[in-house]
């Protein structure tokens, strides 16, 4: 139902005349080091998460003489660094703003995306809706900020999880409007007649056809959620309630000189988006695309 | 119509749309349309702490005025206007290549597909902080390499000049976003139908014309979603530049975005007025910016 992206040509002769032109191997010469530029900061940080500060500094391209993991070991086990509580309050974080998307993308996805509901000024509302899109965050984020305080939330995971959850809304819902609306009608229909109420027909029928939209939503958001700063440091100052985003920067600060630890928590802190790209990569550049590409 | 039948009306039809509908728009409207619709409030006034409780005072345009007469912000706009124009046009010209390279299967497509798109999973924080190692003047993997081949005059102190800063942070955030654009650009390749290409083909026109005279008109509508989207990624941009230089040395790399954030939170001015007026001003820009390309751009495709 997407665009697919693994589509190619199934003609191959313009790459053999450009190979033609550059030489046998020129062109995939050109190519890999220019995959080299793109992942060797990738490569060099791992490397530099297994070495110890004082070796770096020496040799800085030199890989690990012996595998050093007590740069991972004092981040996970050191009380004194607390890394796991940042790696948890952004988990909470994520995971609560994901979950306040998903009820509210659904459902509204589901009411604009199905003729059945349509209504007079759905183009306006929706219209409305969608207007956020493509708007800077700092067009939003300092009354953002006063509402929480007035509100007595700043320094919680609240702040977050709201603000996260409505900046999320807009691309959300939109994409599970677009899901919903090429579903049959036919289901829909003969939910109703067996005397499924509105909301009935949407969460046991409609609802969990709609998985792969959800996991697209799912992905993208949690990807966004997790990555976030500017927000994360405006409306949480307190250094317990940092997200890993700004305790990264925070720890970077403080261990301005211990390269090697702050780089094994650069390394842990992308572990989660790195495991599930890698799960579904297809997926993934599916949920960061679809919304550009129809929008 | 009798009352009877309208309640009856709004019960079957008006309660489920709302039931659906209500929520998410309710909740953006407070979250969302609330704030947005605040900040153009609040740059009219000026909004400090006295005695624990944020104070509002109407000041009119001052601070409008004020801004324009900030040295900082001119610099800043400087910069990021330098920015969003080389930025996409970088952009769409590697990602236009690499998308054909794609769609034509390139030995080793999808390999490359993979690996171009992995810079866009990491945090704009992972991004500045390693490549503020990798640009560091002493021990950076730059300045090493250039050392290494003996090129040691051209190892310069790329974060620490005049000149050099900005270009780093333009030739990073174009590192890491160059793979989005490409997708995009493919996602709109595999529009393309192949039965026009094979057609055209067998009326002799040769690669490079399929190029130029099929698919890249086929292409245009999705070339101009890349470039907007690119311009109002480098409109926006924060955190690299938070990660990478914060707006140094000496506002080289200072964007509206990081200044923002600076004067609403960062340095003790304690004023939320004047960050408004310039998200709003910005704001002008943004969509200024997008008319003009769009515009331009639109009119571009009817030859």
Not at chain 1, 80 to 89: H, L, T, V
Not at chain 1, 103 to 110: A, K, N, P, Q, V
Request: glycine share 8%.
């Amino acid at each position: 139902m997407n665009p697919s992206i693994r589509l190619t040509s199934r003609d191959t002769s313009f790459i053999h005349r450009f190979q033609g032109i550059l030489g046998k191997g020129g062109l995939t010469i050109i190519l890999m080091a220019f995959t080299l530029i793109v992942l060797v900061p990738f490569i060099w940080m791992v490397i530099m998460s297994f070495r110890n500060t004082g070796d770096i500094l020496n040799n800085p391209f030199g890989f690990p003489q012996t595998l050093e993991f007590e740069n991972y070991r004092k981040l996970l086990f050191d009380p004194e660094i607390g890394f796991g509580r940042y790696f948890y309050n952004s988990i909470v974080v994520s995971g609560g703003a994901l979950l306040v998307t998903l009820i509210l993308s659904t459902m509204g996805g589901y009411g604009f995306g199905r003729s059945r509901y349509d209504f007079k000024f759905r183009g306006w509302v929706f219209g409305l809706l969608l207007f956020a899109l493509m708007l800077p965050p700092q067009i939003f984020f300092i009354p953002q900020f006063t509402m929480m305080s007035r509100l007595g939330l700043l320094n919680s995971y609240w702040s977050l999880i709201l603000i996260y959850a409505a900046t999320a809304l807009p691309v959300s819902t939109y994409l599970m409007s677009t899901y919903f609306s090429q579903l049959p009608s036919e289901l829909e229909d003969a939910s109703q007649i067996d005397g499924c109420t509105h909301w009935q027909t949407f969460w046991l029928v409609m609802l969990p056809l709609a998985r792969p939209a959800i996991l697209t939503v799912t992905l993208m958001n949690f990807m966004n959620f997790w990555n976030e700063l500017l927000l994360a440091i405006t409306l949480v100052t307190d250094p317990k309630m940092r997200t890993i985003q700004a305790a990264l920067m925070m720890f970077v600060g403080e261990n301005g000189s211990n390269y090697a630890i702050a780089a094994a928590s650069l390394v842990l802190s992308m572990l989660p988006t790195l495991i599930l790209y890698l799960i579904m990569s297809d997926k993934f550049i599916e949920g960061l695309t679809a919304g550009a590409v129809k929008g | 119509m009798n009352r009877k039948v309208s309640r009856n009306q709004f019960k079957t039809r008006w309660l489920p749309i709302l039931l659906f509908v209500g929520p998410v728009m309710l909740y953006y409207i407070g979250f969302m349309i609330y704030p947005f619709l605040a900040t153009f409030y609040y740059s009219f006034n000026t909004i400090a702490p006295i005695k624990g409780e944020l104070t509002v005072t109407f000041v009119g345009l001052k601070n409008y005025i004020d801004l324009l007469g900030d040295p900082i912000f001119i610099q800043s706009v400087k910069n990021t206007l330098i920015w969003s124009i080389v930025g996409p046009v970088m952009e769409i010209l590697t990602a236009l290549t690499l998308a054909f390279l794609i769609y034509f299967k390139v030995p080793l497509h999808r390999f490359y597909r993979t690996a171009w798109f992995t810079p866009l999973l990491v945090s704009g924080v992972i991004v500045g902080l390693v490549f503020r190692w990798i640009f560091n003047y002493e021990w950076g993997l730059l300045n090493v390499s250039l050392r290494a081949v003996g090129l040691d005059d051209w190892a310069l102190n790329w974060l620490g000049r005049r000149d050099t800063p900005l270009m780093v942070v333009i030739f990073v955030h174009y590192w890491a976003t160059f793979g989005y654009s490409m997708v995009l650009l493919l996602a709109g390749l595999s529009a393309v139908p192949e039965e026009l290409l094979d057609a055209a083909r067998v009326d002799g026109a040769n690669r490079f014309q399929v190029i130029l005279k099929i698919m890249i008109p086929i292409l245009w509508p999705t070339m101009i979603t890349v470039l907007v989207l690119s311009f109002i990624g480098k409109m926006r941009a924060f955190h690299i530049v938070w990660a990478l230089t914060g707006g140094g040395p000496l506002h080289f790399t200072e964007t509206v975005a990081t200044y923002v954030q600076k004067r609403a939170f960062g340095w003790n001015t304690l004023d939320l007025g004047y960050p408004s007026a310039m998200s709003v001003l910005w704001f002008g820009v943004v969509m200024i910016g997008v008319g003009l390309i769009n515009r331009w751009l639109k009119r571009q495709v009817e030859y």
